[in-house]
């Protein structure tokens, strides 16, 4: 950012300065999310179209949400291994407690994410209070909340929900009003250009580095760009769903948490540095336990979600590649694998490029095997980039 008085100029000379000191964000992500697209879209004229568009935006939201939770703790160095599993125990004690226990499904939801929030509350005591390594403790998680959402299930292995109840109505209800699509595009930009302006007249007003108002105004209108053309194209189908306007809000809210709030700040400070963090007063035990229990309530909302979208739950649920496609898509949306750096939107920006390669080649008839292949590359090429970026700032003095 630039000083107070500095032109537009001034900041473009800062962002080649910051390019080169190694931080470039999510645009190694978005550079990539466009070469996908137009290599796809070259091969199969279907893959941009509106059908497939909307799709991919309600198939990314399940593992978005999970990714979400695992920025937070990204930012301070730690890992979690144990999303998937606890995705799955979360739709499955959904299931049997609104299917086979009579339970009403907003009980049997809270049970669900609070039984997330637990498990969190179990992971940060270990790691935090007694010193196990987070890799060892979360490893341990995975066996163990697969374990117990076997049991939860019982014999039957599968237990489908109502597909007329709230849960399965997260992921098939479409808002078909033209206005609600172009509504919401409005109010996000327009949130957006509010928080930018409040921010530069509160920096400004303490004499703090600012953008300069051009790089505002330029910033409101590209998103305002892609609001709007992603609102055309879901209308262009079958208007917005709610499952996307849902993983939207909840990107938002976390995305203010972290930037505008004093525990967002102390998530990031403790990003930078354990001991630093420790000496200007950040209780580090407490936010550590935190963050846990946001990935693994976060990864229990999402394997929720991930049970609406097929309107059952199984003994399946959490396993596969679920796991390493919520972790991938933090890291190549941009989060830094080291600490300190992300944002929750990192999550969608992944999602798009997993789920956009996932999409691509199912229209092509490319086998199973090759798509883990292209998606491990991809996930190989950003965590290269992330170690680069790392060492590069290390020779700038920016880590």
């Known amino acids: 950012m630039s000083r107070p008085g500095r032109t537009s100029k001034g900041w473009v000379e800062g962002y080649q300065t910051r390019i080169a000191g190694g931080e470039l964000g999510f645009v190694p992500a978005l550079i990539g999310l466009v070469v996908i697209w137009i290599v796809c879209q070259s091969l199969n004229s279907n893959f941009l179209s509106a059908r497939n568009l909307s799709n991919l935006g309600v198939d990314i939201v399940g593992t978005g949400l999970i990714a979400a939770g695992i920025v937070f703790v990204l930012l301070v160095g730690e890992i979690d ?9 979360g739709a499955a004690l959904f299931a049997v407690l609104n299917v086979q226990q009579g339970f009403p ?38 066996l163990a909340w697969n374990g117990l959402m076997l049991f939860v299930l019982g014999r039957s292995g599968t237990v489908n929900i109502d597909d007329e109840g709230m849960v399965a109505m997260l992921s098939s209800t ?92 102390r998530v990031l400070a403790l990003g930078g540095g354990i001991e630093a963090a420790r000496r200007v007063g950040v209780r580090v035990s407490t936010v550590r336990i935190s963050v846990f229990v946001v990935s693994s309530t ?31 898509a933090a890291v190549i949306g941009g989060t830094s694998l080291y600490g300190g750096h992300g944002t929750p939107w990192s999550a969608l920006l992944g999602m798009l490029v997993i789920q956009s390669v996932a999409s691509g080649m199912a229209l092509l008839g490319i086998q199973g095997s090759v798509q883990f292949m292209v998606t491990g590359g991809v996930l190989l090429a950003a965590v290269v980039v992330d170690s680069l970026s790392r060492r590069s700032q290390q020779v700038h003095g920016r880590a």
């Not at 291994?81 to 125990?89: A, E, H, R």
């Not at 039984?115 to 987070?134: R, S, W």
């Open 81 to 89: 291994l144990s999303v998937g599993s606890v995705s799955g125990l």
């Open 105 to 142: 499904e907003w009980l049997a939801f809270l049970s669900a994410a609070l039984c997330g929030a637990a498990i969190g509350l179990v992971h940060g005591f270990f790691i935090a209070k007694v010193g196990v390594p987070a890799f060892v403790v979360t490893l341990a998680g995975l």
């Open 174 to 265: 479409y808002f078909e009003e033209v206005a609600a699509a172009y509504a919401l595009a409005a109010v996000g930009t327009g949130l957006y250009f509010l928080g930018a302006w409040l921010d530069r007249r509160r920096r400004l007003t303490v004499g703090l580095p600012l953008r300069p108002l051009n790089e505002v105004l330029v910033r409101t209108g590209l998103l305002a760009a892609v609001a709007f053309a992603a609102a055309y194209v879901l209308n262009m189908f079958q208007g917005l769903p709610l499952a996307l306007l849902i993983l939207v809000v909840v990107l938002a809210l976390m995305d203010f948490v972290v930037r505008r709030t004093g525990y967002g700040r």
């Open 298 to 328: 976060m990864a229990s909302l999402g394997g929720l979600m991930l049970a609406s979208r097929i309107t059952s739950a199984s003994q399946t649920s959490g396993s596969g590649t679920l796991l390493i496609n919520a972790i991938a």
